[in-house]
């Protein structure tokens, strides 16, 4: 499902206006309506990516508009242990970093992580500079690493980091845009705006908040069986919807 599709009727903001009972155009040509739709449906996409993405550190989802995959390869310097990733090669947020991999001889190896609550984390972090040779470790914080032992020579592509992005968000000026999880559950991501708006802005509406949010706890109740079942050999920790409003 589309973004914003004025002629067929069938984007996600259209399907806003019928849920919410506003009517043909008055969210697509509001503006100020439009503003503030956009805003909640990429917070909902925000809940329903995180939710298929919860349980994993993993990079097993991302948002299916971005174009390259979730990882990137970095330079090592010599004698440099503490390395930022903000954004991936294309300008997308980095949310988390879930592997690091060192590049030894044709070959990458994948380092252990060391957690920040593992006495280790600090003497990693601020180390002996003397103490070099090759990464076989290390700490993530901030979307910063920090490599252990320090590296010893310098390798132009020697890193490659695996992460996790932020969703890659609607804009008022969008148009064809879909968003970025399964296209079964478009229709949850207008429906979740939809109730939230009228939560705040129709709250004496009851017999209309009270039938969209029963539409709405069935897709959410069908897309937690989706995330379930994404993975069935593997057991996975999924928080409750209705936690994550």
Same mark, same amino acid.
């Given at each position: ?9 069938? /984007? *996600? ?8 009972? *506003? ?17 909640? @449906? ?30 990137? *390869?970095?330079?090592?310097?010599? /004698? ?8 991936? =090669? ?20 994948? @380092?252990?992580?060391? &957690? ?8 990693? #972090? ?7 040779? &090759?990464?076989?470790?290390?700490? =993530? ?5 920090? *490599? ?29 845009? =879909? ?8 229709? #949850? ?18 017999? @209309?908040?009270?039938?969209? =949010? ?29 936690? @994550?409003?």
């Amino acid at each position: 499902m589309v973004y914003n599709n004025t002629t067929t009727k069938n /984007g *996600l903001l259209q399907s806003i206006e019928f849920w919410t009972n *506003l009517g043909d155009g008055a969210v697509s040509g509001d503006p100020l309506l439009k503003a503030v739709f956009t805003n909640r @449906l990429n917070r909902r996409l925000d809940m329903y990516l995180g939710l298929l993405g919860a349980g994993s550190r993993q990079a097993q989802i991302d948002d299916t508009n971005f174009t390259n995959q979730p990882f990137s *390869l970095f330079n090592i310097v010599s /004698g440099q242990h503490d390395y930022e990733f903000l954004t991936d =090669e294309d300008g997308n947020s980095i949310s988390d970093i879930t592997a690091v991999y060192y590049k030894s001889g044709n070959s990458f190896k994948k @380092l252990d992580k060391i &957690t920040l609550d593992n006495d280790e984390a600090e003497l990693i #972090m601020s180390p002996n500079p003397n103490n070099t040779g &090759t990464p076989i470790k290390y700490v =993530e914080r901030n979307n910063s690493i920090f *490599l252990s032992p320090v590296p010893s020579v310098s390798i132009e592509g020697g890193g490659k980091i695996f992460y996790k992005r932020c969703p890659s968000y609607f804009t008022i000026t969008d148009t064809n845009k =879909e968003p970025g999880i399964p296209f079964q559950f478009h229709e #949850m991501l207008a429906i979740g705006a939809s109730y939230d708006w009228l939560l705040v802005n129709k709250s004496n509406a009851q017999t @209309l908040i009270t039938r969209v =949010e029963a539409e709405l706890m069935k897709w959410e109740k069908e897309f937690r069986t989706y995330v379930e079942l994404r993975n069935p050999t593997k057991k996975r920790f999924t928080p409750k919807l209705e936690d @994550l409003r």
